[in-house]
């Protein structure tokens, strides 16, 4: 009777086991059906929210760029200005680096193109300003039409035209000079009256004999006289004058606090610039073509010539410090005031 007991109990206990195991087994199916639905369900969703995200409040946000060939290497932004979330993107283009500084003091600028040394300065007065990637290097040609000049030493005594007294043509020349034992000013004469254009033009007139150009006004006087010579490999002779790699001309540079706020369309930003600086290289045509079409002030087909000599690049801030911090040593040595006076600190390139 005992025995029987204990059986039936135990066939009783393992009936009621199985069956509660049973429903939990039903009741984790039933859950996990219910994630894997989510799972499924969810991206749809999300697309469908962003599709229809609310137009109006998407942030307005402009890209400055500059007329001339600082622009030339962000045209492609023109005809497909990136796709950054939250934000609606414009594309426009400012005249010349004074107005571009003074919208990024103002705060206007968010986003925009600079040379070195103007970005250096405007950081030194306690703007928070960040250097995102240099966008353009050294691109200079010291052209002749002297028949007697067929190296360095032969500047001697001679005039040169530079356009643009105190900036990054005039002290890299200036270094290059001296690495050559010759004195700025007193062996070699600078001339400063002319801008680009006018020295291009001068120079097929033969009104000037020789002149330091940058792209593509160098392809420009080329093309209109075809016997002006190449002095000597500016960008050559600044690595044997001490520079660091080849010389920064054209930064990309952002607002600190909208950066450190936005750092994912920052990101954005960078690699739709990279991408059209490598557009660029690729179709020097197109992106001549675009240049006449978005009004940089600059004819197509010299654009298109001049893209193979340009120096467009993309290199990210951390990258790109040593070489900047040698041209500013430049600065510094010529007039330390027109970046502050001392050399930017961390802070000034974006990671």
């Known amino acids: 009777m005992f025995l029987a007991c204990v059986y039936t109990w135990k066939?009783?206990?393992?009936?009621?086991?199985?069956?509660?195991?049973?429903?939990?087994?039903?009741?984790?199916?039933?859950?996990?059906?219910?994630?894997?639905?989510?799972?499924?369900?969810?991206p749809f969703f999300?697309?469908?929210?962003?599709?229809?995200?609310?137009?109006?409040?998407?942030?307005?946000?402009?890209?400055?760029g500059l007329k001339g060939p600082s622009g030339v290497g962000i045209i492609r932004l023109f005809e497909e200005p990136p796709q950054i979330r939250g934000f609606n993107v414009n594309i426009e283009t400012l005249a010349q680096s004074n107005l571009m500084a003074a919208a990024i003091i103002s705060g206007e600028a968010k986003v925009g193109i600079l040379p070195p040394d103007a970005a250096?300065?405007?950081?030194?007065?306690?703007?928070?300003?960040?250097?995102?990637?240099?966008?353009?290097?050294?691109?200079?040609?010291?052209?002749?039409?002297?028949?007697?000049?067929?190296?360095?030493?032969?500047?001697?005594?001679?005039?040169?035209?530079?356009?643009?007294?105190?900036?990054?043509?005039?002290?890299?020349?200036?270094?290059?000079?001296?690495?050559?034992?010759?004195?700025?000013?007193?062996?070699?004469?600078?001339?400063?009256?002319?801008?680009?254009?006018?020295?291009?033009?001068?120079?097929?007139?033969?009104?000037?004999?020789?002149?330091?150009?940058?792209?593509?006004?160098?392809?420009m006087a080329r093309l209109g006289k075809p016997d002006l010579r190449s002095v000597t490999d500016v960008q050559e002779e600044w690595v044997k004058a001490g520079g660091e790699g080849n010389f920064?001309?054209?930064?990309?540079?952002?607002?600190?606090?909208?950066?450190?706020?936005?750092?994912?369309?920052?990101?954005?930003?960078?690699?739709?610039?990279?991408?059209?600086?490598?557009?660029?290289?690729?179709?020097?045509?197109?992106?001549?073509?675009?240049?006449?079409?978005?009004?940089?002030?600059l004819r197509g087909p010299v654009v298109a010539a001049a893209i193979p000599r340009s120096n467009y690049v993309f290199i990210p801030a951390p990258e790109g410090r040593a070489s900047l911090e040698a041209l500013y040593r430049v600065f510094l040595e010529n007039s330390p005031v027109s970046i502050g006076g001392v050399l930017p600190g961390d802070r000034f390139y974006w990671k």
């Open 248 to 297: 920064p001309m054209t930064l990309l540079v952002v607002d600190g606090a909208f950066a450190t706020a936005n750092p994912g369309a920052v990101g954005d930003i960078m690699n739709a610039v990279k991408n059209s600086i490598e557009w660029v290289k690729e179709n020097p045509a197109g992106a001549g073509a675009l240049v006449e079409k978005h009004n940089l002030g």
């Open 120 to 219: 250096a300065k405007i950081a030194s007065s306690g703007r928070d300003i960040r250097v995102a990637a240099i966008i353009g290097t050294g691109m200079l040609s010291l052209l002749t039409a002297d028949p007697a000049v067929r190296g360095m030493a032969d500047l001697k005594g001679k005039t040169v035209e530079v356009a643009g007294q105190g900036v990054t043509p005039d002290y890299v020349f200036q270094r290059i000079l001296r690495s050559n034992s010759l004195a700025p000013g007193a062996d070699v004469a600078f001339g400063y009256s002319l801008a680009y254009p006018e020295i291009a033009q001068s120079l097929i007139a033969g009104r000037v004999q020789n002149a330091l150009l940058p792209e593509p006004f160098a392809t």
């Open 46 to 64: 999300l697309h469908a929210r962003g599709a229809n995200e609310d137009p109006s409040k998407q942030r307005d946000l402009t890209i400055y």
């Open 11 to 42: 066939y009783s206990f393992q009936n009621y086991t199985f069956l509660v195991t049973i429903r939990i087994m039903k009741t984790v199916i039933k859950k996990m059906i219910i994630v894997l639905q989510f799972i499924l369900i969810m």
